[in-house]
């Protein structure tokens, strides 16, 4: 099962910050915070990922609160391009590890 | 970026035959590819993780004599759907993880192979 929570869809005005909120309670010291999406009928898209400190790169924006219990992926500017599911994945780093995929968020980003 | 191609990208075929799809690593060397499966309105399942040289690991579930996963290199990997049933149509998506000491997770997706059996 996956070990997070995001509500199944969202609604958001073009032009406008998207912020897509995820619940991780039970994470664990050394997990980080994936953000990935899916546009329609496409492979998933890596967005950002996360410890304990804020991140921001040229996609999008991750704050994750100081207990790390919760996060919100930040996209500053929605456009239509950013309809897509958005999916936050907690893991514990290292190679050969998989991600488990819950059923994300339905971000749909209207004219 | 890295970048992960898969071929082909769909492919329709009739019930019973073998289906092969690639799964291509284009600028970098992938130690570990994954296979996921997709059905419609749903979230990707991993069916098994592949390390290169090595035997696949499936999930619980997986048929690993109908799914052969094939990881002859590090910019390689394929999965073959033996005797294909309709019931086999859905995406198939490929993932591969780079080398290095990260401590990080970081995987690169193909574009997906949407497979239909008739």
């Known amino acids: 099962d996956a070990k997070t929570t995001q509500p199944p869809s969202m609604d958001c005005a073009e032009g406008r910050a998207a912020n897509l909120p995820c619940n991780h309670s039970t994470i664990s010291g050394n997990e980080y915070v994936y953000w990935y999406r899916q546009i329609h009928s496409q492979g998933p898209q890596y967005i950002i990922h996360?410890?304990?400190n804020n991140e921001t790169n040229e996609m999008a924006s991750l704050i994750i609160t100081e207990d790390r219990k919760s996060s919100t992926l930040i996209l500053p500017h929605a456009t239509l391009r950013d309809t897509a599911v958005y999916y936050c994945?907690?893991?514990?780093?290292?190679?050969?590890?998989?991600?488990?995929f819950g059923k994300g968020t339905l971000l749909t980003v209207n004219p | 970026g890295a970048v992960v191609s898969q071929h082909p990208s769909w492919v329709i075929c009739k019930s019973g035959t073998s289906v092969k799809i690639e799964c291509r690593s284009l600028d970098f060397q992938a130690t570990t590819m994954f296979w996921y499966r997709q059905f419609p309105k749903q979230s990707l399942m991993l069916m098994a993780t592949?390390?290169?040289?090595?035997?696949?690991?499936?999930e619980q579930g997986v048929e690993k004599d109908k799914f052969l996963i094939n990881h002859a290199s590090l910019t390689l990997s394929t999965l073959t759907v033996t005797s294909a049933h309709p019931e086999d149509s859905s995406f198939y998506i490929c993932s591969a993880q780079t080398r290095g000491g990260r401590s990080y997770n970081e995987q690169f997706f193909g574009p997906g192979t949407r497979l239909t059996v008739l």
């Open positions: 994945i907690v893991d514990s780093g290292g190679s050969n590890y998989k991600l488990t």
């Open positions: 996360g410890l304990k």
């Open positions: 592949s390390n290169e040289g090595s035997k696949a690991t499936y």
